[in-house]
């Protein structure tokens, strides 16, 4: 816990391509906000394909090619997704042709946002364009426009994709995490000591935070 802000340190480890990110954060939030527990959120970049070609690849396909799903399967998860993201107030809408992408250039947008205290607005909003809106994250002008979109600067979004100037900052970050073990997201830190993996729904994390409350006190 930190002496100076006294907060709950969360630092949430994701890619904003993994449903279940947006899935455990919501779920992490609702609890939050129910313990009305002081708390400080910093997100941390994970690529989930960093071999990704910068094109992207039909989600489906890209699916059945990782973890051998076949179409029926990928179709009776998609609803399930669908109905537990529903409960925490996200929608998804998911098409035949929507892709996978490469999230190294959303992770270097996501660095930049973050040095104007807008990280946790722009990852929202790249999660909503991505599984709600269906729109195309490999492509650097859609990113502009999602910045642009909560108030960040277009021109400035592009120049810093164009020129890769936090590519260092991110891959050193992305590297920090995979040290400590991370190995799959959304990986979950409560005060830099507790690990959560998975999103484990709001029971469990407010059990979880229950708990933390008391070795607070």
């Known amino acids: 816990m930190s002496t100076v802000l006294n907060k709950l340190q969360v630092d949430i480890v994701s890619d904003v391509v993994c449903p279940w990110c947006i899935i455990g954060y919501r779920q992490l939030a609702k609890a939050l906000e129910a313990s009305a527990i002081p708390h400080e959120i910093n997100w941390h970049p994970f690529e989930l394909n960093p071999r990704m070609p910068a094109e992207g690849q039909n989600l489906q396909d890209h699916v059945a090619e990782k973890y051998g799903t076949t179409k029926e399967q990928s179709e009776q998860s998609r609803v399930q997704m669908t109905e537990i993201a529903a409960e925490v107030g996200f929608e998804f809408q ?28 722009l990852k929202q909003a790249l999660f909503a364009a991505h599984f709600t809106a269906c729109r195309n994250l490999s492509d650097d002008k859609v990113l502009a426009d999602v910045a642009a979109e909560i108030g960040l600067e277009r021109s400035e979004a592009l120049a810093v994709l164009a020129d890769q100037r936090f590519s260092e900052e991110v891959r050193a970050a992305e590297k920090f995490w995979l040290d400590q073990g991370v190995q799959g997201v959304p990986a979950i830190v409560f005060n830099r000591r507790h690990l959560v993996t998975g999103a484990q729904g709001i029971e469990s994390y407010s059990r979880i935070l229950a708990q933390l409350a008391e070795e607070r006190n």
């Open 94 to 121: 998911f098409t035949d042709d929507m892709r996978m992408h490469n999230t190294f250039n959303v992770h270097q947008l996501l660095h930049w946002a973050g040095q104007q205290g807008r990280k946790h607005d």
